[in-house]
């Protein structure tokens, strides 16, 4: 059962213009939520995270805004560069069955096009 | 370069070898982790170790066996595994193990089981 969800396997943006991911979870339990960037080769690498109490956190040029009611979140890049070229997960923790988990999405794979 | 220093980055194994994986963190981080990934596959988590102690096993079978010498070491042995267990298996350690604390991965080890 897939409990955090990224709709969009893919994206292609153009360099300069907003990306904008798109996350969504099913458990109301979950009350932090990150984003990670992951090249071939390598291990994800945590990007910027936002816990429940918040709708918005802003690092640069990436942004996380949380919907709670809408149990939504989205990651916007703006601008697009095409280093940011990668497989992007979301992530979402909460106390579950075992303890604290970390929860991935299945990823979208974002293309920035010079 | 990571942080998480995971060895080796890549190995083929018999489905008789017994074989070890390793993995070293010097960040004082508190909590270790083991995933698997596949392929256009989000991280599944496989054991969580925190404050040198095995807090969370999902179900894994037992031909993979976890081990956390110390601190800023986790193993995972290997034995009599299946082809089907080829994967990338990541690394991670985190401050606390908390829910906010955010997850540093390693590369990865790439297993091929013939």
């Known amino acids: 059962d897939q409990q955090v969800k990224q709709n969009s396997p893919s994206l292609s943006v153009q360099e300069g213009r907003i990306s904008i991911l798109n996350c969504d979870y099913t458990n109301s339990m979950f009350d932090y939520f990150l984003w990670y960037k992951k090249y071939p080769a390598e291990g994800p690498t945590f990007l910027i995270s936002i816990s429940s109490i918040k709708d918005k956190n802003e690092d640069g040029r990436f942004t996380v805004f949380l919907n709670k009611s809408a149990k939504h979140l989205s990651l916007h890049i703006v601008p697009s560069q095409p280093g940011d070229s990668a497989v992007y997960f979301c992530a979402a923790t909460g106390i579950g069955d075992t303890g604290n988990q970390f929860y991935f999405g299945t990823g979208t794979s974002l293309t920035v096009i010079p | 370069d990571t942080e998480v220093t995971q060895t080796p980055k890549h190995l083929v194994m018999g489905m008789t070898n017994k074989k070890s994986l390793k993995c070293e963190q010097h960040m004082g981080h508190r909590a270790m982790y083991w995933y698997k990934q596949k392929a256009k596959k989000p991280p599944e988590l496989m054991f969580v170790y925190s404050y040198e102690k095995l807090s969370i096993n999902e179900s894994v079978p037992s031909r993979f066996s976890p081990e956390c010498p110390n601190s800023s070491l986790l193993n995972l042995h290997l034995h009599a595994l299946q082809p089907e267990d080829s994967a990338l298996y990541l690394c991670?350690?985190?401050?606390?193990?908390?829910?906010?604390?955010?997850?540093?991965f390693g590369n990865g080890t790439r297993l091929t089981v013939t």
């Open positions: 991670a350690s985190s401050q606390d193990g908390t829910a906010n604390s955010p997850l540093h």
